[in-house]
């Protein structure tokens, strides 16, 4: 059995697979909340058997969760927990950029889907707002942008006059009330975003992408990007079980 998870700044999500790569269980919790307790808690939910588990792998954008995670599996299973980037990732990616500031997240999603002759852009609607490009089987770099909830709860909390809303797709442009008019503005707002910033990758790259799209709001954004988009929310996990097979 193998211990397979996703550190990311607001949702940890953690799965239990077999041999076989098969998931059998998985728990999801708030990143902001993790301390002793929580993962003490959690993790009795997800095994039965700490004995039984002989591989950990973690992608982690936040140190400090990471090792209370990484302190505690170790203890309880006496095998090494490993972040992706403990491993030598060179036989399966070629990175392009800085590779101690890049996202393990945002690798990760990238080694779930390369391949010799496809080139895709991955977009994920998480904490924030984020690009990646990858051609073939290099990591080309990518874009950050604000985060969507982020950027909602921002606003309500800055603007006496604006309430917390959950967005909505949205017909119109022209909002008349104050609601309507933030949903509109959030909505085709990052819709254009994203839809320029496609066809800017597209022009500087001179090449064509299969456009995928994960996260919160990815089902949201579905059907009002220009782009063909194909939806995928397992794209960490795949990663995950891709690159945990470089743990002997």
Known sequence: ??????????????????????IIR???????????????????????????????????????????????????????????????????????????????DRLTNAISLLNQKDNFIILDFGTATTFDVVIKKTYKGGIIAP????????????????????????????????????RSGFFWGYSGLIDNIVNLIKKETNKSFKLIITGGFSSLFKSSIKTKVILDKNITIKGLIKISKLIK
């Open 1 to 22: 059995m193998y211990i397979l998870g996703d550190i990311g700044n607001s949702e940890t999500k953690v799965f239990l697979v077999n041999s076989d790569y098969k």
């Open 26 to 104: 998985n728990i999801n919790f708030s990143s902001k909340q993790i301390n002793k307790k929580i993962i003490n808690s959690n993790f009795k939910l997800l095994v039965k058997d700490f004995k039984k588990i002989k591989k950990i792998l973690f992608c982690s954008v936040v140190p400090k969760s990471f090792t209370l995670v990484k302190n505690f599996l170790q203890k309880k299973t006496k095998c090494r927990c490993y972040e992706i980037k403990d491993l030598n990732l060179k036989s399966l990616i070629n990175i392009n950029v800085n590779f101690n500031q890049v996202g393990s």
């Open 147 to 182: 985060g969507i909830r982020i950027s909602l709860n921002t606003l309500s909390d800055k603007a006496a006059l604006i309430p917390k809303i959950n967005l909505k797709k949205i017909n119109k442009i022209i909002g008349d009330d104050t609601i309507s008019a933030v």
